[in-house]
């Protein structure tokens, strides 16, 4: 049996073809080197390698050095590796002799199914069609060819705003606990930034699995006792609660520490034995068959110009004070939130991200390349792959529609009726225009008129720019945001 090569984001089982195959993993330093990484996803990514490592013992070949280059120099035998996930990589593994590139594993659908999928739809792809293929193929939350309780999505029932009593009342999940492995980490990064390397955000505990067995810890947990508020409160935001009934798992399937489709089995079976309710269940896959899946997709289907796309011609460069998590400096009560949450967890849950973070970058016209640069470097779970499509396909709506059908832009009344921020707030989310002009419902009015010949005109679109025209104030909210710059709102 070959030796299996696995990069630190094939950690898992399902990587491997036999529990005894020979492994090879490599620590490359370089890698920390090329781009600014947040502090606790470079912690993470370290120690969940080297876990990996020491749990298999004489069965790895683990090796330390500057780059992969120099490691594969020191290993004469033949090597396997699962195709990578991003291009560079890919390019790279092709580019070596003795080393054979396998398909993909830890996304449930194949990349050779998904791209005949894909082609027979020919024009834009949409993640509903999708996840309904992948439900069939799967045969998931099925009974026959119909999808359980006679509807494939039930997220009209799954967009609760947050409860009142300012917490979910769920257990928390479990946190993983430090071990020897962590230290040294810790120990290394200190090192490393003292010698030039250099990382953004706090430092803190480890948050997240870096392990298979935290990982199905978490999972395991999820599934009994938070799975069921998971639904409803998806889409909600909290600032004194930023967990809610998330499954805080994402970077527990990016590291490839955890299969998939064991979670997606998992809450189909918490469905089935009557522990969770259909709403949360198909929610949350939804997010893991559907969502997830359809990006990984996308990022290979589409070319790679795909990632530079602009076509809403954004020019702006993201400010400093974003690009280092400067939370204290920001008076709009829900971006500080949302940005004091990346800086000290690495981690804020898909609304935050999707209609605070990229709608305020996409609403300022800051060029969608550097935000999938930001997302994918500050976000504990963030990746090429990941950032790419849902930054330029989804959030910064660069492709003008590829993949969703509008885009995904917002004022204050969103924020203000999906989280408890607008209250303690200086802003005020109904004011577009003055003093306390909510710098959400300013942006939005402002984003629709630098972009109104831009934007593909659909009933929705055409109604919204009716509403814009009745407005007698929209050239001084455009002059008002435009003096606002890129400054800290
Ligand atoms: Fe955010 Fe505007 Fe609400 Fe303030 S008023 S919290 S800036 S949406």
């Not at 990346?342 to 709608?359: E, K, Q």
């Not at 999906?418 to 003055?434: E, V």
């Not at 934007?455 to 008002?480: C, E, F, G, W, Y």
Request: hydrophobic content about 40%; some cysteine; aromatic content about 10%.
């Amino acid at each position: 049996m070959s030796r299996r090569w696995l990069f630190a984001d094939q950690l898992g089982p399902h990587f491997l073809d036999d529990r005894r195959q020979p492994v090879l993993l490599i620590e490359s330093k370089a890698v920390f080197r090329r781009r600014v990484y947040h502090r606790q996803k470079a912690h993470l990514i370290l120690s969940a390698l080297r876990h990996r490592a020491a749990e298999l013992g004489e069965q790895a070949i683990f090796l330390r050095t500057e780059t992969y280059r120099e490691a594969l120099k020191q290993v004469r035998e033949p090597l396997e590796v699962c195709h990578p996930t991003s291009r560079r990589a890919l390019a790279f593994v092709r580019g070596l002799d003795r080393v054979t590139v396998l398909p993909a594993r830890g996304y449930p659908t194949s990349l050779a199914d998904f791209a005949e999928w894909a082609d027979e739809r020919r024009g834009a792809l949409r993640m509903e069609a999708f996840y309904r293929f992948a439900r069939q193929h799967h045969g998931v939350l099925v009974d026959g060819d119909e999808p359980v309780g006679g509807r494939w999505s039930l997220d009209v029932e799954n967009r609760e705003p947050p409860p009142k009593e300012g917490k979910l009342d769920v257990p928390p999940a479990p946190m993983p606990r430090e071990d020897d492995i962590d230290a040294e980490v810790r120990a290394d990064l200190d090192r490393w930034e003292r010698e030039g390397i250099r990382f953004v955000g706090r430092d803190g505990p480890r948050r997240f699995p870096a392990t298979g067995k935290e990982a199905k810890a978490r999972l395991r947990h999820f599934l009994k006792h938070r799975l069921p508020a998971f639904g409803p409160y998806e889409d909600a935001m909290l600032s004194t609660d930023p967990w809610l009934a998330h499954s805080m798992l994402s970077s527990s399937f990016n590291l490839g520490l955890l299969d998939p489709m064991e979670a997606v089995r998992g809450a189909e079976q918490a469905y089935r034995t009557e522990a969770a309710p259909l709403p949360s269940v198909e929610g949350f896959i939804r997010q893991v068959l559907g969502w997830r899946d359809f990006i990984w997709h996308t990022y290979w289907y589409f070319d790679a110009s795909w990632r530079n796309s602009n076509e809403l011609g954004a020019r702006g460069s993201l400010p400093a004070w974003w690009t280092e998590l400067d939370a204290d400096g920001v008076d709009a009560r829900c971006l500080a939130d949302v940005l004091a949450g990346v800086r000290d967890r690495a981690w804020v849950h898909h609304i935050p991200r999707l209609m605070v973070l990229g709608n305020y970058a996409l609403q300022r016209g800051w060029r969608p390349a550097e935000l999938v640069e930001w997302f994918h470097t500050r976000f504990i779970d963030g990746y090429e792959w990941v950032m790419t499509a849902n930054v330029v396909g989804m959030s910064q709506y660069a492709d003008l529609g590829r993949m969703t059908t509008k885009p995904y832009v917002a004022g204050g009344a969103y924020i203000n009726r999906m989280s408890d921020y607008c209250g303690g707030c200086r802003y005020d989310p109904r004011k577009r225009l003055g003093e306390n002009a909510c710098p959400f419902t300013a942006g939005y009015w402002a984003f629709l008129s630098r972009n109104r010949d831009r934007i593909p005109s659909n009933a929705r679109m055409a109604r919204t720019m009716k509403q814009m025209d009745r407005l007698s104030d929209v050239d001084a909210v455009v002059d008002q945001e435009r003096r606002r710059g890129a400054a800290a709102p």
